[in-house]
């Protein structure tokens, strides 16, 4: 089988990998669809991110569907031919965080296509993939695109419930790439008012707006953009930070009003954070990352038609334009979501 493998930054390569078979409460899945996330553009571009740099040739990609090729013993629920969501989320159950039920922090979690641990966690970029079946949320009535699509949404999922009640509120989101979109989605479901997004790219600003952003703001055009939200300490209860950019967060603070929550999703390194505005608004700020038991819920929520995601899947590419995927993928001005079909 094919495999997607990075060796190091701008060194991707198309490789043989041997298949294996599923074991005892494995599936075996042939792969669809895979979605390029911004971690993978981190390989791909740099090497890794921040202290997590590459130290072996690592199969890419965690964002997968595709369809049953053959079941473990004892597996039940799943059918062959069937369209399943793969989730990259792979837990001990075992150490304390598991123990407790915060999954997405477990001390010995095996998530696709990660360079934390070495040996690295090999990815899902393979044409056949043997994954254990509580990880496969049944995707019927799905396209294989869409099915991809659950580990984003989910990632939005896990930090729309950390952000509490949603009903009624006023929302900022800061960053327009595939987070930044499902987020204003993920706000809009649960009950959100107003939704303002910024970013630095028209193309994706255009995208926010379909995705049902009130307003959408070019703060390149205009930097003082949100300014007519600051009177009176501000508007915003919310912020979804989705750019990992030290100036986005400091220009949403200034138009949060007092005891709102800061949602940090952007993962751009260590910034400076201007702290005695933190903390004379009284300002909640909460890391948010992964998830876990989203996972299926992203899923349901699509096969309901609750959030439609289609729109925002902006190329496909076929395996053997990898590459060129990579390319596209983290460019903002034509790309939120790019896709590489593996069959």
Do not use: W
């Given at each position: 089988m094919k495999s997607i493998v990075i060796h190091?930054?701008?060194?991707?390569?198309?490789?043989?990998?041997?298949?294996?078979?599923?074991?005892?409460?494995?599936?075996?899945?042939?792969?669809?669809?895979?979605?390029?996330?911004?971690?993978?553009?981190?390989?791909?571009?740099?090497?890794?991110f921040g202290p997590i740099r590459l130290k072996e040739p690592m199969i890419l990609g965690h964002e997968v569907s595709g369809h049953i090729m053959a079941l473990g013993e004892g597996v039940s629920g799943l059918a062959l031919g069937q369209l399943v969501s793969?989730?990259?989320?792979?837990?001990?159950?075992?150490?304390?965080?598991?123990?407790?039920?915060?999954?997405?922090?477990?001390?010995?979690?095996?998530?696709?296509?990660?360079?934390?641990?070495?040996?690295?966690?090999?990815?899902?970029?393979?044409?056949?993939?043997?994954?254990?079946?509580?990880?496969?949320?049944?995707?019927?009535?799905?396209?294989?695109?869409?099915?991809?699509?659950?580990?984003?949404?989910?990632?939005?999922?896990h930090a729309t419930r950390k952000a509490g009640d949603m009903m009624g509120k006023s929302v900022l989101v800061t960053g327009c790439g595939p987070i930044g979109i499902l987020c204003i989605l993920a706000a809009r479901r649960a009950g959100a008012d107003l939704i303002v997004a910024t970013d630095l790219s028209d193309y994706t600003l255009a995208k926010a707006r379909e995705a049902g952003a009130d307003l959408a703001l070019n703060m390149s055009a205009d930097p003082n953009g949100l300014e007519r939200f600051m009177p009176d300490k501000g508007t915003f209860d919310i912020l979804?930070?989705?750019?990992?950019?030290?100036?986005?967060?400091t220009a949403a603070i200034s138009a949060m009003r007092p005891g709102g929550t800061i949602l940090q999703l952007g993962l751009g390194g260590d910034m400076s954070l201007p702290m005695m505005a933190i903390t004379a608004k009284e300002l909640s700020l909460k890391g948010s990352f992964r998830f876990h038991e989203e996972f299926f819920t992203a899923v349901s929520l699509m096969q309901k038609g609750l959030i439609n995601v289609k729109p925002f899947i902006t190329q496909t590419f076929p395996l053997e334009d990898a590459v060129a995927a990579f390319e596209i993928a983290g460019d903002r001005n034509q790309a939120v979501k790019a896709q590489i079909a593996f069959t």
């Open positions: 190091a930054a701008k060194d991707l390569r198309i490789e043989d990998r041997e298949e294996t078979r599923p074991g005892p409460g494995e599936v075996q899945i042939r792969l669809s669809t895979g979605g390029i996330c911004g971690s993978d553009l981190h390989y791909f571009n740099h090497g890794g793969v989730s990259p989320s792979r837990p001990c159950r075992n150490c304390r965080f598991c123990n407790e039920g915060t999954y997405n922090q477990c001390l010995n979690m095996r998530f696709y296509g990660s360079a934390m641990p070495f040996p690295h966690i090999q990815g899902a970029f393979q044409q056949v993939l043997v994954a254990e079946a509580i990880q496969c949320a049944p995707a019927d009535g799905l396209s294989p695109g869409e099915a991809a699509m659950a580990e984003p949404l989910s990632v939005c999922l979804y930070e989705c750019s990992g950019a030290a100036p986005a967060l």
